[in-house]
């Protein structure tokens, strides 16, 4: 479907509506606003993260820390430089904002299911306007909302088309602290799923 200038003037005010918003700083939650997302109405491809992280909080761009260093060398590897790649397709999360330093002080506090209930319709309406093709969830937060409640083992290196006709193809979390990379047959996976994504890259044109 070809996606209009009037949608992609709709996805602004979705954006500015995203960053202005205050729920969850209302509602008592330790989180650093505002909204960081990126992408064109256009895009034809939307990651979805678990939530941004502190240095992207700072940047407003979508996994420009470690972890999206990290997500951008797997990219890599699927065919996608960084800059054509964020100019091109669409960068999100399950919540928007910073939710600051997990209790152990190890990585980032993940999202409270409240949190993700306060985020949901902003996330409805990201898919409903961009109407990605491909949507690739990174980590077990990001795919639980797209493939409901699966281990990251049984659908790492799948790809999986939903019932909206789209191609959902997990991956993990690339934070350095996530020892499930750690696993040699996880990182098969890994590699797998990016041989899926070349795949797909060059068979639609992505």
């Given at each position: 479907m070809d996606k209009t200038d009037s949608t992609e003037e709709a996805l602004d005010r979705l954006h500015v509506e995203m960053r202005t918003c205050r729920q969850c700083a209302k509602a008592g939650f330790s989180i650093t606003p505002g909204a960081v997302i990126s992408g064109p109405a256009s895009a034809r491809l939307m990651i979805v993260g678990q939530a941004p992280g502190s240095t992207e909080c700072e940047s407003g761009r979508p996994f420009s820390g470690p972890s999206g260093?990290?997500?951008?060398?797997?990219?890599?590897?699927?065919?996608?430089?960084?800059?054509?790649?964020?100019?091109?397709?669409?960068?999100?999360?399950?919540?928007?904002?910073?939710?600051g330093r997990s209790a152990n002080g190890k990585g980032d506090r993940a999202p409270t299911r409240a949190e993700q209930k306060l985020c949901a319709p902003f996330l409805e309406q990201e898919l409903a306007l961009v109407q990605p093709e491909v949507?690739?969830?990174?980590?077990?937060?990001?795919?639980?909302?797209?493939?409901?409640?699966?281990?990251?083992?049984?659908?790492?290196?799948?790809?999986?088309?939903?019932?909206?006709?789209?191609?959902?193809?997990?991956?993990?979390?690339?934070?350095?602290?996530?020892?499930?990379?750690?696993?040699?047959?996880?990182?098969?996976?890994v590699t797998q799923a990016l041989e899926l994504l070349r795949h797909l890259q060059e068979s639609v044109g992505l």
């Open positions: 260093a990290r997500l951008f060398e797997w990219l890599a590897q699927a065919g996608w430089d960084e800059t054509p790649f964020r100019n091109t397709h669409y960068m999100t999360a399950v919540t928007k904002c910073y939710p949507i690739v969830p990174v980590g077990s937060m990001a795919t639980r909302r797209f493939l409901g409640s699966v281990r990251l083992t049984d659908v790492v290196g799948t790809v999986v088309e939903d019932d909206l006709d789209r191609c959902i193809l997990p991956l993990p979390h690339p934070s350095g602290v996530n020892l499930w990379l750690n696993r040699k047959e996880n990182q098969e996976r």
